[in-house]
């Protein structure tokens, strides 16, 4: 698979990653031994980027791949997060951007991974009542000391970015990023990256699987689907997205490949390393098929046409979590 760059620290990953949140939590039924199967599938084939969270269960998807990577750490890079705060018992108490949670929750994941570092680590999101200056400094202090490699941030505003990379040079940037969602491209975030030279890391690039084409109703999502609530899944939102998706199948099939391999192929053209999240292997070996998908200009005229900023309907999360978004 072709290697890529984040950030200017050398920081080097495979050009698709894999999401594992849903393995352990927000996208219905787990299963342990399936979930095993898909990172050692990955892995197998060239997958590097392998990305997690303290607040993913909690903890318990950091104690997943842990366990994945037990007797070969240095086959993946490890990503992982902290801002988000919880209690040693899992316990959520809301945003936490000081110097000394995010010192504490930096041993408890390299406790739960498993390690002695952390590969690259964000602030999973900016709290509003600690400078982002003190709380990248105090993931700086982390690199001094070896127990994390790179730092990054995710769903920040420019002015962030730049304030933050001044304290410490970010390798990446972790925000939503699919032809689902191109805020990006103009709120001046992807811009920022560019002239600062700090790696995109797109998530949800399947637009949390819609892109995927294989959803048609609302009623396809277990009880525990936090898509229930997805203001882009419901009512009139839903039938608007779903044609949209439509269009998106016809261009895929006209090019012989999946939508999924479409538009992850996409995500790819614009620079971004995709980690698109899936439990099971079957979807994952479909995922890494786009990195053999060539996007050429007409493609990405015939993808903007149908699939332009603004032609999605509804936000992308329900109103209390897209406040804490643009940091």
Same mark, same amino acid.
């Given at each position: ?234 009512? +009139? ?5 779903? @044609? =949209? ?5 016809? !261009? #895929? *099939?006209?090019?012989? %490949?999946? /939508? ?24 994952? +070996? ?5 990195? @053999? =998908? ?5 493609? !990405? #005229? *015939?993808?903007?046409? %149908?699939? /332009? ?19």
């Amino acid at each position: 698979m072709e290697m890529r760059t984040l950030g200017g620290q050398g920081l080097t990953v495979a050009a698709e990653g894999l999401g594992l949140m849903g393995m352990s939590a927000h996208y219905g039924a787990t299963d342990e031994t399936e979930s095993l199967a898909t990172i050692d599938r990955a892995l197998e084939l060239g997958v590097t980027l392998l990305d997690t969270a303290e607040g993913y269960g909690p903890f318990i998807n950091e104690q997943l791949l842990g366990k994945a990577l037990t007797g070969r750490r240095d086959a993946a890079v490890v990503a992982t997060k902290t801002g988000v705060e919880f209690t040693d018992q899992g316990e959520f108490r809301g945003h936490n951007g000081t110097p000394e949670y995010i010192r504490r929750a930096a041993d408890r994941s390299l406790r739960h991974l498993g390690t002695d570092h952390i590969d690259l680590y964000y602030l999973h999101r900016v709290d509003p009542a600690v400078p982002v200056e003190e709380s990248v400094g105090a993931m700086a202090e982390l690199v001094a000391a070896g127990k994390v490699r790179h730092i990054g941030l995710c769903e920040v505003a420019p002015a962030t970015i730049a304030r933050a990379h001044a304290v410490h040079p970010l390798a990446a940037v972790q925000t939503e990023y699919s032809l689902f969602e191109r805020g990006i491209e103009h709120d001046g975030v992807l811009e920022t990256l560019r002239e600062l030279g700090i790696g995109l890391v797109a998530y949800s690039p399947l637009g949390r699987g819609f892109l995927s084409g294989a959803i048609t109703s609302p009623d396809d999502f277990a009880a525990d689907d936090f898509r229930r609530t997805d203001p882009r899944f419901q009512g +009139e939102n839903f039938d608007r997205n779903l @044609a =949209v998706v439509a269009q998106v199948r016809r !261009l #895929a *099939a006209q090019k012989g %490949v999946t /939508p999924s391999q479409l538009a992850l192929a996409w995500t790819l053209r614009q620079g971004a390393v995709p980690i698109p999240g899936t439990k099971r292997r079957r979807y994952l +070996e479909e995922n890494i098929g786009a990195t @053999a =998908v060539t996007i050429t200009d007409a493609d !990405l #005229a *015939a993808l903007d046409a %149908v699939a /332009p900023h603004g032609a999605v309907s509804g936000d992308r999360y329900a109103p209390e979590l897209m406040a804490a978004l643009n940091g």
